[in-house]
Structures are given as C-alpha cells and as structure tokens.
C-alpha cells in the first residue's frame, strides 16, 4: 500500500513538473489545454510566472514529500489543492457547470485524495519515528 501511494505522488509530482515547464517554456502550447488566452505580451509573464510557478511550486513540496520520511511536506500541495477546488467551485456557482469543469473537479479531487492519504499513511512508516 505504502508503495503505491509512494509511487501516484511520484506521478502526481511529475505531472505537475511537466505543466511548470509546459508554462514557463511553451506557454502558446498550454493555453488551449487549460482554456487560458494571454491577450498581450504580460499575460505570457503571468502564464509562465502564476501558473509555470505554480506547478512548480507544487511539483516541489509533493516530490519532496513522497520520500521516505517527509509526507509532512504533502500539506502544502494538500491546501493548494484545496484552494483550487475552492476557486473551482465558485467558478461552477458563477459561470455554470460544463463539462470541462466536471474534467477539472474529478482530476483535482482524486490528486487531494491521493496526496492527502499519502500524507496521512506514509507518516505513520517507521522512517519517520
């Protein structure tokens, strides 16, 4: 079990690198996928910086956090997954469900719970104590 989980936050991390590096380097190329338009040269700033930054940040602390020992570190991508799921929600009570949405709220909830039993389960290894 604790392999496992080890082995989804690895996945989930490396996801997450790729959608840094997919914003900081190729930002043109992330847009469709994330239905985000840059309408002037700053948006590209904002689209590699907020969000290339955000990945990264959060591609960080959960890498970090699926060693052996340092599942206390998944907190942070816990609450941002959290905030997100948040934002999320008022952007589903403001603009109406879709489809794209629903994509969104089911990727982002199985990342939380997969993130969060890993923190819960992999503190309790020995490598911890």
């Given at each position: ?11 989930i991390?490396?996801s ?48 970090y ?12 991508p ?9 934002g999320?929600?008022v ?13 969104s709220v ?21 490598a911890?104590?």
């Amino acid at each position: 079990m604790e392999r496992g989980l080890r082995i989804a936050v690895v996945l989930i991390g490396a996801s997450m690198v790729l959608g840094a590096v997919g914003f900081m380097f190729s930002p043109e190329a992330m847009e469709a996928q994330f239905s985000v338009v840059a309408s002037r040269v700053d948006g590209m700033g904002t689209l590699r910086g907020d969000l290339g930054g955000l990945f990264l940040t959060l591609a960080v602390f959960t890498l970090y956090g699926s060693r052996p020992g340092k599942s206390a570190w998944l907190a942070v991508p816990v609450v941002f997954m959290l905030a997100v799921l948040f934002g999320r929600t008022v952007h589903i009570l403001i603009d109406g469900l879709s489809e794209p949405a629903i994509r969104s709220v089911v990727v982002e909830i199985i990342a939380l719970v997969v993130l969060e039993a890993a923190r819960r389960k992999l503190g309790t290894d020995k490598a911890e104590a």
